[in-house]
């Protein structure tokens, strides 16, 4: 079985018989997509909610606006289709606490809202979700089976 490791700021689409998989998940959020019927998998690895509001954006898989989007054409040009794809969210962490409620500073929230909002707009649905907290995670996508495993450090490892 192939293991692909999908890097921060990155995303991969397989078909193939294999697992998926990114590390180090905090504020940083895991979009995992799946098609059940065609058995095509994709992750993307965002580290930031939106391209617009930065300029430096040439890196299209650091956004959640980007990132979904081109997954998903990843996704179809390996044969999935965009009526069967479902998504799974895992990541969003706040990993350190602030005293203030300054917006920039709660990233790992933002990141799962857009996520969320990308998501809606393009009428994929969000089948399960492990976001929030205080600590990383550690994501593995069957492209098998479309199961997401979640791996933490103090807080299990569970099957979404």
Known sequence: MEIVKVGMADYKAIKSTG????????????????????????????????????????????????????????????????????AKLAGGSQMFSFDSNVDILRIGERNVIASRKKLQELDVHIVAEDTGGNYGRTIELSSQDGNLLVKTIGHGTKNI
């Open 19 to 86: 697992i998926l998989t990114t590390l180090g998940l905090g504020s940083c959020v895991g979009i995992a997509l799946y098609d059940k019927i065609n058995k095509v998998a994709g992750l993307a690895h965002i580290m930031l909610p939106s391209s617009i509001e930065i300029k430096n954006n040439s890196n299209k898989a650091k956004f959640a606006d980007t990132a979904i989007e081109e997954l998903i054409r990843e996704m179809v040009l390996l044969g999935a289709s965009k009526k069967y794809l479902t």
